[in-house]
């Protein structure tokens, strides 16, 4: 195992790795901007180093800083948690060449499935199922047309190096597609400095579900069941729960199978996701894969009873998996709501600024994964995501009432967040019966609209 390992990220997640971490006995290194000099990953971590200014590109993406900071404190080993650089593969590439461990899977391994289109081919080489789609990067405006109206109007015009629900644009004709194109093009070389892009049909109002799997370099390969992702805004998840309401036993059974296939097939090592979008029939389609922790993860801890930041750092030491899939049982039920510090009655603004007082809530089921403090300040430089709730029972009925009283009792003053926005769908008939797609949170707020301007 490692002695010490530098974390290459800030917020909830570099604690949550800290925490793991520490219960393996291993020293930690924080780095951090000038912006998070109190954060609590700083003042919890055995070291810490300033890496730079404020903004991601001078701190968090700045990968010779990070490097340094890491030969400066003798890390061996670098977990980049999810987000700034965790799905980079050159900086799994520059940590192998510098002789230390990126704990995640292979830099090749990164590019292939970062790459959507080649993705894509690999699952569907595997016996995958695939959304129909064109075979790699569409090149031009008329070949796209031709492909689309093959395909079929609507299309996801989706950009191949992305994720997060940048470059992508819904084309329901020749000239939304014509138009959309150019956008989701600018978008994604802004994002990921590439105009590749690439098209698939649109599955409408699908279901959102992945497959947590882990994977060792002995050949090991394990699904670890799925979590449902289908409550999401503009593609980013708000609210995720294991298991999905959805899906039968063989239904499940069989898009575990597909998961460990396709991940076997690409000899896939760490922790990772296989996501698929479900039809209203149950039919299912790959759509990507994430190479990283996700950020929903704890869920699946609930759960299933495995710690997967542990599982994940011992793979990296080289350990094998320490389960069978005939081990693997769902335990209960359990769904997490993703606290933003945003204004959902003015679009989900952000609110940075100052906590003035934070209490979290506790009780029986409840976990709470955040970084924030009283009197900690909410930087306007990242993500606006500052707690986790998750809430546990023996059943769903008992997970939403219990999430229901962990919003309540939720104190978090000085800044707007989305709790009452969460509060909204845990009382929504909809989602009480389980009959949600990704369409639900757009439909929710276009109500609310309709309500307001009555």
């Known amino acids: 195992m490692f002695s010490k390992i530098l974390i290459a990220n800030r917020g909830e997640i570099a604690l949550r790795i800290m925490r793991a971490c520490q219960e393996l006995d291993i020293e930690t290194v924080a780095v951090y901007s000038e912006a998070d000099k109190d954060a609590l990953h700083v003042r919890l971590a055995d070291e810490s180093v300033c890496i730079g200014p404020p903004p991601s590109s001078e701190s968090y993406l700045n990968m010779p800083?990070?490097?340094?900071?890491?030969?400066?404190?003798?890390?061996?080993?670098?977990?980049?948690?999810?987000?700034?650089?965790?799905?980079?593969?050159?900086?799994?590439?520059?940590?192998?060449?510098?002789?230390?461990?990126?704990?995640?899977?292979?830099?090749?391994?990164?590019?292939?499935?970062?790459?959507?289109a080649l993705a894509r081919k690999l699952m569907a080489d595997a016996g995958v199922p695939v959304i129909p789609g064109s075979e790699g990067e569409v090149s031009s405006l008329d070949e796209a047309a031709e492909l689309a109206k093959n395909l079929g109007y609507p299309v996801m015009i989706k950009a191949v190096n992305g994720?997060?629900?940048?470059?992508?644009?819904?084309?329901?004709?020749?000239?939304?597609?014509?138009?959309?194109?150019?956008?989701?093009q600018a978008e994604a070389e802004a994002a990921f400095n590439s105009r590749a892009i690439y098209l698939e049909k649109l599955i409408e109002d699908p279901r959102h579900i992945e497959f947590q799997i882990l994977g060792d370099s002995?050949?090991?390969?394990?699904?670890?069941?799925?979590?449902?992702?289908?409550?999401?805004?503009?593609?980013?998840?708000?609210?995720?729960?294991?298991?999905?309401?959805?899906?039968?036993?063989?239904?499940?059974?069989?898009?575990?199978?597909?998961?460990?296939?396709?991940?076997?097939?690409i000899?896939?090592?760490?922790?990772?996701?296989?996501?698929?979008?479900?039809?209203?029939?149950?039919?299912?389609?790959?759509?990507?894969?994430?190479?990283?922790?996700?950020?929903?993860?704890?869920?699946?801890?609930?759960?299933?009873?495995?710690?997967?930041?542990?599982?994940?750092?011992?793979?990296?030491?080289?350990?094998?998996?320490?389960?069978?899939?005939?081990?693997?049982?769902?335990?209960?039920?359990?769904?997490?709501?993703?606290?933003n510090a945003e204004?959902?009655?003015?679009?989900?603004?952000?609110?940075?600024?100052?906590?003035?007082?934070?209490?979290?809530?506790?009780?029986?089921?409840?976990?709470?994964?955040?970084?924030?403090?009283?009197?900690?300040?909410?930087?306007?430089?990242?993500?606006?995501?500052i707690a986790k709730i998750i809430a546990t029972g023996k059943d769903r009925d008992e997970s939403i009432r219990r999430m229901r009283r962990a919003l309540h009792e939720c104190v978090v003053e000085g800044v707007e967040t989305t709790i009452p926005f969460h509060l909204r769908i845990l009382s929504n008939e909809k989602f009480i019966s389980g009959s949600v797609t990704t369409a639900f949170v757009e439909d929710l707020?276009?109500?609310?609209?309709?309500v307001k301007t009555a």
């Open 445 to 450: 707020m276009k109500e609310t609209e309709e």
């Open 163 to 184: 994720g997060g629900g940048k470059g992508m644009r819904v084309a329901r004709d020749e000239i939304s597609l014509r138009t959309g194109i150019p956008t989701a």
């Open 65 to 116: 800083r990070i490097i340094t900071a890491a030969e400066l404190t003798n890390a061996e080993a670098i977990h980049p948690g999810y987000g700034f650089l965790a799905e980079n593969p050159d900086f799994a590439e520059v940590c192998e060449s510098c002789g230390i461990k990126f704990i995640g899977p292979s830099s090749e391994m990164i590019r292939q499935m970062g790459d959507k």
């Open 267 to 339: 000899g896939y090592e760490s922790a990772g996701t296989i996501e698929f979008l479900v039809d209203s029939n149950s039919h299912f389609y790959f759509m990507e894969m994430n190479t990283r922790i996700q950020v929903e993860h704890p869920v699946t801890e609930q759960v299933i009873g495995i710690d997967l930041l542990k599982e994940q750092l011992r793979i990296a030491a080289g350990d094998t998996i320490s389960l069978g899939q005939e081990d693997i049982q769902i335990r209960g039920h359990s769904i997490e709501c993703r606290i």
């Open 218 to 265: 002995r050949g090991n390969l394990i699904h670890l069941f799925e979590r449902d992702c289908s409550l999401q805004r503009r593609h980013q998840k708000l609210l995720e729960e294991c298991p999905s309401t959805f899906l039968t036993p063989e239904l499940r059974k069989t898009m575990g199978e597909a998961a460990v296939t396709g991940a076997r097939n």
């Open 343 to 385: 204004s959902p009655e003015r679009s989900f603004m952000p609110s940075p600024g100052r906590i003035a007082f934070f209490h979290p809530p506790g009780g029986p089921g409840i976990r709470v994964d955040t970084h924030i403090y009283s009197g900690c300040q909410v930087p306007p430089y990242y993500d606006s995501m």
